[in-house]
């Protein structure tokens, strides 16, 4: 918090602090730290490489192919960052998409192009599980190790919060350095993190996930004659992941964009993952 109070003097917004605390979500930064596959424990939550699968696990396939796996996340290893106490104390989630089509989750033919697997046993039943095939365009990605960290995420316009028009755009700079910061070099932190507000590149992506999940209901046209409804939906979500375009990872949603897994508080509560939901947004 002493960070955000440099922050908030930096962009001038120190007169706001009270109300912009209590706009604070919590979050659970990812940070991915170089290491060799080889030295990354078994069940070690990881960005790329292979996963360590149980044996009735294996690689899900997506036409005629097979999902990228992008991540492992080993929620023992992340609880103690989960202020909430939300994410189920144990198990590993892992965390697949096809990376060649892209696709962008928001049609239904784009089904099954991401998958989330889950396994609450014991690490000694898990296996760094190779590839099914290997070919120019389907392969591993490069493997680190993660770290996780206590992050802090914000809406983009709290309710509560009364902004002139120079506020707004000091708020905006200031949320988005809070989110993503950037290094010596002026160079952005990759925003992979779980929980809190999702860093929203177009629309606000909650409202986009219930509004294309509902499109038949809605109809083409139907975003603000239901948005009271959408908005109330909304709220009913949790991020479970989010995972920025990065350059060690020699990844890039779309032009920049990122990759957003979103799931209902109550299938999070009963460990539904399969019920995921999931929406790519880019620049």
Not at 92 to 103: G, K, M, N, P, T
Not at 189 to 214: C, R
Request: charged share 30%.
């Amino acid at each position: 918090m002493e960070n955000l109070d440099l922050l908030l003097n930096e962009f001038e917004l120190f007169n706001k602090k009270q109300e912009i605390l209590q706009a604070i979500k919590p979050a659970i930064g990812i940070r991915r730290i170089e290491e060799s596959e080889d030295n990354i424990p078994i069940g070690a939550s990881k960005l790329g490489g292979r996963p360590d699968l149980p044996p009735h696990l294996e690689y899900p396939q997506y036409h005629n192919g097979f999902l990228t796996f992008l991540a492992q996340i080993n929620l023992d290893e992340a609880k103690s960052f989960d202020v909430d106490k939300i994410l189920p104390e144990k198990g590993v989630l892992y965390f697949f998409y096809d990376i060649i089509e892209q696709s962008w989750g928001f049609d239904k033919e784009d089904n099954g192009c991401y998958k989330i697997l889950y396994f609450d046993g014991e690490n000694s039943e898990l296996k760094r599980t190779n590839y099914p095939e290997i070919t120019d365009e389907y392969f591993p990605l490069q493997s680190f190790k993660v770290e996780f960290f206590q992050h802090y995420t914000l809406p983009e316009e709290p309710k509560w919060l009364d902004l002139d028009e120079e506020e707004t755009d000091n708020y905006w700079d200031f949320r988005s350095q809070v989110m993503q910061p950037y290094d010596e070099h002026e160079n952005a932190f990759p925003a992979h993190y779980m929980l809190g507000e999702p860093f929203n590149i177009q629309n606000d992506v909650f409202e986009e996930i219930i509004y294309y999940g509902n499109e038949d209901k809605y109809g083409p046209d139907g975003w603000q004659k239901n948005e009271l409804e959408i908005s109330a939906k909304s709220n009913e979500l949790v991020l479970l992941f989010q995972m920025d375009s990065d350059d060690d990872l020699d990844v890039m949603w779309g032009d920049a964009g990122m990759l957003y897994f979103c799931i209902n508080k109550n299938d999070l509560q009963a460990n539904q993952f399969d019920k995921v939901e999931f929406i790519l947004q880019c620049y």
